[in-house]
């Protein structure tokens, strides 16, 4: 009797156990309501982009991720080995042929991407386009930074390094759009906000340290008053810096570069470089992740309607100088 | 002996269940792992705004409350009835002594709340502006229109409508900052960009329908080659397009104009108006609201480590004419 009484006590114990493991199961699921931010780990979002090594991925690889840990869902990470297009073509049919839950695509063409980027979304998967966009594609979004806006804070960043006052120049990429647009923020800031300043000479860095470097000794001969130099790109930057170095004119010109790769930090460091522009790579890769998410669980369909999404994202730019460098560099 | 054999079988059966509930609870958990988009119900951010009764701030609203029951966190709604930045400041001091999770805000003056949003954010209680920024004060960040951004988009759309070619003329608001960048943005890209079009007046309509149609009128008389107008808030376009029908301009006169309310969207769809820029607003409460709670669960701290977060982020436009009006009326 006592054995018996033993066992319907460890059943009614198990039994109250079950009964409250249940309630607060189904209290969760009744708070989550329609929609929920959590996925499956066999959802997969794939990220593509192009020169697949390059640490400049690595931080919007990070907010993909991070974010795709948050939604509790899985991440391959796919592209082009070289700056090559047509492999980065056929990396991304490679993707679509698998069927992915959404794609993240930083192109390295405007335009030559599209018809690949189109089929996937007649195919039904989500793309959102980061970093670089394809603005004639059929991506529902793109998640960058706005270069022209960069290049107004350059200019802003100049002015007030140089007492709104002086000659400056420009080394960039004159045939890449990014580039261009980075320059003409520049220009466009400086004409119109600082009349005591002017934008001398504007030459071709083509991304390289050092031709960057050559191009900047030969804008200082022929501008002996230059006070400044805006450089478009961080490769550009580093050979500009070496120039100012070896001709010990810290003091006397004032850099802006772009972007935060270490040799570009180690110069903000030691006062080469004045400041550079970072761009908000985690945060391309951490809410093109969300976007994806949301269009592949329909969200924000519940909640636009009909309404289409904003084409442009802004992700922003923080300014690095030698005060805020240290957090720059990977922890 | 057989009841036994019963109760012997029951309490195994439950067992087995417990186990696999528990099981299929824990795999949910170690998921998620150490961040998860669900807060609890006990959290709650508010929105704070001024003439909180107006239409404009109902899609923003709808925003932060879908993200708040995606993310299982209570909102509020809170602001000053009326255009008062005394109201505006009372409000938010008292949405402050409750210590909220966070407080997403609309500020109608850019520099005279800051010593409140200050002490907020000093309290430990996330903050974003979205909508109309405080760009001085300790917000964490900014999520809104790019107001210069959108005026080149209504540059552009104009251009397009007129072949490239013609007079065109702004109605604004020439003290509010906003309405200087929209305007800015339109004039700097006609003059920039389209060098066969000429912005050849500018003048106040001071956000009222009647001084604005009496603007248009004016205008019109001034020049009479004018061929568009660029109305930069939706009050204003509405008396525009009165002074148009009214003269039977709408084969020689295009309006762009700004938001979405309902007399905005009918005279789009009656061919009045030819296009009208349409604000992210619901954008800005979802992420404003998903933006408050990175921050009170410390998801942007875990990734951003030190670096800063962008203090700015665009939440995009959208073009309404004629051809997706429909999608723009509340469903």
Redesign the interface.
Known sequence: MKK?LF??L??IG??V??IY??QA?SSVKR????????GN?DETYVMVTFMVGIDYWKRAL??FE?AA????VSIEYRGATQYDVHEEITVLEQVIAKNPAGIAISTMDPERLNPVIDKAVEAGIPVVMFDADAPESKAYSFLGT?NY?AGVEAAHKIAELLNKKGEVGVITLPHQLNHQERTQGFQ?TIF?EYPEMKVVSIKDGRGDPVLSKEMAETMITENPNLAGIFVTEANGGVGVGQTIMKNNLQDSIKIISFDTDKGTLDMIKDGVISASI?Q?T??MG?WSM?FLFHLQHG?FE?????????????????IVTKE?V???YP?
Chains 1, 2 share one sequence.
């Open positions: 018996l066992i319907y460890l059943l198990l039994f156990l079950y493991n249940y199961k708070a989550w309501n329609d929609y929920e931010l959590v780990m990070k907010g991070d840990e948050a939604l509790n706005d806006k466009d119109m970072a908000g985690w945060e951490y969300q969200i519940q909640n636009h309607k009909n309404e289409p999404l904003p084409r442009y994202v802004d992700t922003g730019v923080t805020n240290q957090s720059y922890q």
